[in-house]
């Protein structure tokens, strides 16, 4: 699986917009970018994913770069909830496959 | 509707024992996961199910750990002779049949696993 790199932490002021950066340069043409949060003490959970078009769900938003090395997953109202490990991952195509996990970007978010 | 369940919440054991850790996914998941994760790491896999058979083992670090999922669903990951190392936090996922257009992965809220 092709690897991304994420900061390891990033902090954020509540009702703020958050832009959590993931490089995948190495990414092929039959990747997915999935993006999963894990809260404090929980399992991971889905939040967003796409492939080639900027995509926009109920949690968040995902900008992809015309060139797919780069994506940013975008929250647009911080609140101490969205305080969680996010983890950008890249996924084949090809159907059900295990999540290759890296560390995450910590996110702390400050009232 | 009811998520991923895993029991039990939290497994205490002494080195060398045996324990099994269960996982219940959502009804009408055909994919099943496991994964394990240490303090400060991303989740790292283990196995994966596919109906009854496992259609990737190749996460397993030896060959003390076994999951079964003999009626595809409920699953069970066994480990013998547990040694201080395998302490970690056990996740379980599920998603749904291959036709979803996502194949998001529901997770659990995973089992605590501490081996004195």
């Known amino acids: 699986d092709a690897k991304t790199t994420q900061p390891n932490s990033m902090e954020s002021n509540e009702e703020e917009p958050v832009h959590l950066p993931c490089n995948h340069s190495?990414?092929?043409?039959?990747?997915?970018i999935h993006w999963y949060r894990q809260l404090p003490s929980q399992g991971p959970e889905y939040v967003i994913h796409?492939?080639?078009s900027n995509v926009n769900n109920r949690m968040a938003s995902l900008a992809i770069a015309e060139d797919r090395k780069s994506s940013t997953l975008i929250l647009h109202r911080a609140t101490l909830r969205d305080a969680a490990v996010y983890y950008c991952i890249l996924r084949d195509i090809s159907g059900n496959t295990p999540l290759v996990f890296g560390k995450g970007t910590r996110l702390s978010v400050i009232a | 509707g009811a998520g991923v369940s895993q029991t039990p919440s939290n497994k205490v054991t002494e080195k060398g024992k045996y324990v099994e850790l269960r996982c219940d996914p959502i009804s009408g998941h055909t994919a099943l996961y496991w994964y394990r994760q240490s303090l400060g790491q991303g989740p790292e896999f283990l196995i994966y199910f596919q109906g009854t058979g496992a259609a990737d083992d190749s996460g397993l670090p030896n060959d003390r750990f076994f999951a079964v999922r003999p009626e595809g669903s409920v699953s069970t990951l066994k480990i013998q002779r547990t040694e201080r190392g395998d302490s970690a936090v056990y996740l379980c996922?599920?998603?749904?049949?291959?036709?979803?257009?996502?194949?998001?992965?529901?997770f659990g809220p995973g089992t605590r696993l501490t081996v004195l």
């Open positions: 996922a599920s998603s749904p049949p291959l036709a979803s257009l996502n194949n998001e992965q529901f």
């Open positions: 796409g492939l080639t």
């Open positions: 190495t990414i092929s043409g039959t990747d997915y």
